[in-house]
């Protein structure tokens, strides 16, 4: 069966530090790839989505970018972090073909102060 | 571009009883997939029910079925013998029928969400 990891569960930043949010996903190949931003409990935002190993597609420009250095790892960066970066950070993956269904990680509580 | 509503942004009900939660949206697309997400308190995303636009079956899943009026673009989600498990915020969520994967890269499977709707199930 499928999985999917995100670490850090939880982490506090000072504005202006670095990030970076990996997700990993086991049991599947070739997978697309989604990076979700939740903020303040309510709608998910779509930040990323990655069809495959270093392909990007932003939907929301900001300050941060993501990259897809192997075919299921997807990682979430900023270099230099803004209080309103602060949220819950969700990844998802989907089946390339045969399903249209995404499935989440457990997600990152990031606060920037 | 796609909008998801979801009037409601709390409810609650009865343990044992039964809730319907509503979701309208907003679309030029014929073919699409539309799905309720789950919230819980640990705040992982689960999957609920999905329902695929060129179906007029109604989608049910056990406890939890929709009702699928694709004229009116309503979605709502009905939970029956509601239990405190289901205690959650919901999502109502559209995706776009993905299009066959090209060079320059589209939305492929790109999920639109409502606000969410926080159901709460007493005792």
């Known amino acids: 069966s499928q999985t999917i990891h995100q670490w850090p569960a939880t982490l506090v930043q000072p504005v202006g530090s670095p990030l970076s949010l990996e997700c990993t996903v086991e049991?599947?190949?070739?997978?697309?790839l989604y990076w979700y931003r939740q903020a303040a409990g309510r709608g998910l935002q779509l930040l990323f989505y990655?069809?495959?190993?270093?392909?990007i597609s932003s939907e929301v420009p900001q300050n941060l970018s993501a990259s897809r250095p192997q075919d299921r790892q997807f990682i979430l960066s900023s270099k230099k972090l803004l209080l309103s970066d602060s949220g819950f950070y969700l990844c998802?993956?989907?089946?390339?073909?045969?399903?249209?269904?995404?499935?989440f990680g457990p997600g990152t509580r990031l606060t920037v102060l | 571009a796609q909008t998801v509503t979801q009037s409601q942004p709390e409810m609650s009900v009865q343990e044992a009883e039964t809730v319907t939660l509503s979701c309208t949206y907003d679309?030029?697309?014929?073919?699409?997939?539309l799905f309720w997400y789950k919230q819980p308190p640990s705040r992982q995303m689960i999957l609920v029910i999905r329902q695929e636009a060129y179906k007029q079956q109604n989608a049910t899943e056990n406890r939890f079925s929709v009702n699928f009026q694709k004229a009116a673009k309503s979605f709502s989600l009905k939970i029956s013998d509601s239990q405190l498990g289901d205690t959650a915020m919901y999502f109502c969520a559209f995706m776009k029928h993905a299009p066959i994967m090209n060079a320059g890269g589209t939305s492929y499977g790109k999920l639109t969400f409502g606000q969410g709707t926080i159901l709460t199930v007493h005792p």
């Open positions: 990655s069809v495959g190993i270093g392909q």
């Open positions: 679309t030029s697309e014929n073919n699409y997939y």
């Open positions: 049991g599947t190949s070739n997978p697309n």
């Open positions: 998802a993956w989907k089946a390339r073909v045969g399903t249209d269904t995404q499935y």
